[in-house]
C-alpha cells in the first residue's frame, strides 16, 4: 500500500527519532511503530479506556467505538468520489464486493443513475437530474395532465378493497 507522501515523511522521522533514542540507551529498536513505555504493543483496551474516551468527552463528543473511526474514513472517501476499488485497498479487504456492500450505498449519484435509465428504457420523462429533465422538457397541458383529474384517476373510498384480491380473508391465505 502507497502511503501518501505526508504520513511516509512523519512516520519516517517518528522512526529516525526511536532509533536514535534506542541507541542512546544501548536497547534494540521494538518492531511496532507505537509502542508502550516498555516498548511493548500498545493494548487496545488500554488505549480505548485511557486514552480514547476522555478524549471524546474532552471534546464533548458522543461515545463512539474506535473501529468507528474506519468506517467514518471509508465514507468520506466514498462520498468524495474515490473509487470503490481505492477504498477497499485502503481498507485491506479482500474483495471489492465487501467494500462495495458496506459502502456502495454511498457512491454519489448512484440512485440518480439508476432512476435516468429507468426511465429512459421506460419512456418516461421522471429524470432525477437537471441535465436529463431538459433535454426531454416538454409543455403539458391541463387536458393531459391526467394524474391530476380527479375524473381521470378515480380513488376507491375503501384502499384496502381496491388493492386485495376478493379471495383474500385476512387470515393469512395465500395471494
Known amino acids: 500500500m502507497d502511503l501518501p507522501a505526508p504520513l511516509a515523511a512523519a512516520l519516517q522521522r517518528r522512526k529516525s527519532l526511536l532509533e536514535a533514542e534506542t541507541a542512546i540507551q544501548g536497547r534494540d529498536l521494538a518492531p511496532w511503530v507505537f509502542t508502550n513505555r516498555v516498548d511493548r504493543p500498545i493494548d487496545a483496551l488500554n488505549l480505548v479506556h485511557r486514552v480514547w474516551l476522555p478524549l471524546l468527552e474532552k471534546a464533548g463528543l458522543r461515545r463512539i467505538r474506535f473501529h468507528d473511526l474506519r468506517h467514518t474514513y471509508a465514507s468520506l472517501l466514498i462520498q468524495r468520489g ?94
Open 82 to 175: 474515490e473509487s470503490p476499488a481505492y477504498v477497499k485497498d485502503q481498507l485491506g479487504h479482500h474483495s471489492i464486493q465487501v467494500t462495495v456492500d458496506l459502502y456502495g450505498h454511498l457512491v454519489p449519484g448512484a440512485n440518480r443513475n439508476v432512476v435516468d435509465r429507468l426511465a429512459a428504457a421506460t419512456n418516461c420523462n421522471l429524470y432525477a437530474t437537471d441535465e436529463e429533465a431538459r433535454e426531454e422538457k416538454r409543455e403539458v397541458s391541463s387536458e393531459e395532465d391526467w394524474s391530476r383529474r380527479r375524473d381521470l384517476n378515480p380513488r376507491p373510498a375503501d384502499y384496502e378493497s381496491a388493492a386485495l384480491p376478493l379471495s383474500y380473508t385476512g387470515t393469512g391465505a395465500s395471494l
